[in-house]
């Protein structure tokens, strides 16, 4: 048991805040991937203020959970993975060459060159819990190297790996391209484009009216929806597949690469341009797509729309 209590000393200076600053702590040693440290700090705050910090926690929990029992496998100056030998249902040898093939797969077909140092970890099947967070996958941008965790129950097959690690990778590439500037549903967009597209009964439903076409602050609100409850979950599927089509729209119009470049879009503007776009409290998004689509943000929502419409009526 750590001695290490970050909330008696943050809490005594600052009350009920000092545990937010806790969680910063927590947090702290999450992203550099000190997973011993983060867990032992984070079993001592729960679930944190008002259960804040739930997710976190959990993926924390899921994280130690394999690191206590794995092993680092160094495949090549950029890619690391971690694995639990004796969960694994594969050898290593096809594991390894499906991941090296989805994430080559998604760098050519979106024309991206410099990929940043990656960890892939295989989560251990003791972290296969049903309340644990990113049941298909998940990506965390960290100081050392980009982490992409898989569920065991995805290593099954490699037809399945292909599909989560083109998605989570194409977040690598997201998250780098764009320095981060990419709102949630155009992260996913890139990501679903990238892991085979979105679910094609659900563009029936967008196009039917049936289910909501949310604008743009609905719909990065509708990703945070809670997905422990049904409806939390049916919102967060919608999200997923509103953001699917406006990605295949995109791709449509002008291929994997003008995603790419889109992506580009964000970074490779001028100071001053930068600088216009703050003054006019403008959305990077904005910029980057009219510089490659000739359109905004808007326009990019409303022309998916009629675009699903005009495909069901045909
Ligand atoms: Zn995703």
Redesign the pocket.
């Known amino acids: 048991m750590s001695e290490r209590k970050p909330w008696v000393d943050l809490s005594a200076r600052y009350g009920a805040n000092g545990e937010y600053g806790a969680w910063k702590l927590v947090q702290e040693d999450y992203y550099w991937d000190r997973i011993d440290q983060a867990y032992e700090a984070a079993r001592s705050l729960g679930a944190g203020p008002m259960g804040l910090g739930i997710t976190t926690y959990r993926m924390i929990e899921a994280e130690w959970m394999t690191r206590r029992e794995s092993e680092q496998v160094e495949v090549n100056d950029w890619l690391t993975i971690e694995w639990v030998a004796s969960d694994a249902e594969l050898p290593f040898e096809p594991i390894r060459d499906q991941i090296l093939r989805s994430c080559k797969v998604v760098a050519d077909e979106f024309d991206y060159e410099d990929t940043p140092k990656v960890l892939v970890t295989l989560l251990a099947r003791a972290a296969n819990a049903p309340w644990a967070p990113g049941r298909h996958g998940f990506?965390v941008d960290k100081y050392p190297y980009e982490k992409i965790c898989i569920p065991s129950a995805l290593t099954h097959d490699v037809a399945d790996l292909d599909e989560v690690i083109r998605?989570?990778y194409a977040?690598v590439m997201t998250m780098n391209r764009s320095n981060g500037l990419v709102p949630i549903w155009l992260?996913?967009a890139t990501?679903m484009v990238a892991g085979g597209g979105g679910h094609k009964p659900a563009y029936l439903s967008f196009a039917s009216g049936e289910w909501p076409w949310r604008k743009p602050m609905e719909l990065a609100q509708a990703f945070q929806e809670n997905r422990e409850s049904p409806i939390g979950r049916q919102v967060v599927w919608q999200a997923y597949q509103q953001s699917a089509a406006m990605g295949e729209y995109l791709e449509f119009l002008k291929g994997k690469d003008g995603l790419g470049r889109l992506l580009d879009g964000y970074t490779n503007n001028t100071l001053l341009c930068n600088l216009f776009i703050r003054l006019r409290g403008e959305e990077p998004s904005e910029e980057a797509l009219n510089e490659v689509y000739d359109f905004g943000i808007e326009a990019l929502f409303y022309r998916t729309h009629e675009w699903l419409s005009s495909r069901r009526s045909s």
């Open positions: 990506c998605h989570e977040h992260d996913e990501a």
